[in-house]
């Protein structure tokens, strides 16, 4: 028998990615709590990480000579760390 994949949602990873870095909860007590690996943590970590440093190359290009493919792979991040 196979797990069902489970879904966070957006405010859910912040959650949880706040209780750890913010709060300091151990990562084993919140994987025992939501019933994840310690990896998938780690890999929300790093996507945040990714989001937030593509945001602020954003923020630094002016519009009119904003790169349509770079955004294009912004807007590709941003999607896979919703879904």
């Not at 797990?3 to 912040?14: H, I, L, V, Y």
């Not at 750890?20 to 310690?38: H, T, W």
């Not at 593509?54 to 002016?62: G, I």
């Not at 349509?68 to 792979?73: C, K, M, Q, T």
Request: aromatic share 8%; glycine share 4%.
């Amino acid at each position: 028998m196979s797990m069902q994949r489970r879904r966070f949602g957006t405010d859910q990873k912040a959650t949880i990615l706040k209780r750890y870095l913010v709060d300091k909860v151990p990562i084993s007590d919140l994987c025992d709590e939501y019933g994840i690996k310690p990896n998938q943590i780690y890999a929300w970590h790093v996507s945040r990480n990714v989001l937030d440093e593509d945001a602020r190359a954003v923020a630094c290009v002016p519009s009119r000579s904003a790169n349509p493919l770079f955004l294009r792979g912004v807007l590709t991040r941003l999607q896979q760390w919703v879904h």
